[in-house]
């Protein structure tokens, strides 16, 4: 059974750094593209960035780009968010994706991120 289990949320002060991960199992995960995306209270879920099975390619949106880095491992079946210099429009719930471009699509189930002084 596909699983994405998401971890490292929590509370960050303005300007402050988290680094979010993402686990998957269950799945192939090395042939899967994978994403961020978050959802604030009231939003809609935000596609945030995305990264190609190997790396090569990624994609922030606007309001991330320059502070927020995703990464992948494939031998670990991981992917990461660092969070850099973070501000309280930030603050949402956080969730992994997994695509194959083929029709299969995995969810976790999110970790949240409270920016607080």
């Known amino acids: 059974q596909a699983q994405l289990v998401e971890s490292g949320g929590g509370l960050v002060q303005p300007g402050g750094s988290l680094r979010l991960s993402c686990l998957g199992s269950?799945?192939?995960?090395?042939?899967?593209?994978m994403s961020w995306f978050r959802q604030a209270p009231g939003k809609e879920r935000e596609l945030i960035a995305s990264i190609d099975n190997i790396s090569v390619r990624t994609y922030y949106a606007d309001s991330v780009k320059g502070r927020f880095t995703i990464s992948r491992d494939n031998n670990k079946q991981t992917i990461a968010l660092q969070m850099n210099s973070v501000t309280p429009d930030d603050a949402a719930m956080y969730y992994c994706?997994?695509?194959?471009?083929?029709?299969?699509?995995?969810w976790g189930q999110g970790t949240p991120v409270t920016v607080s002084s």
């Open positions: 269950g799945f192939v995960f090395r042939t899967f593209a």
């Open positions: 994706k997994a695509n194959n471009g083929m029709g299969l699509v995995y």
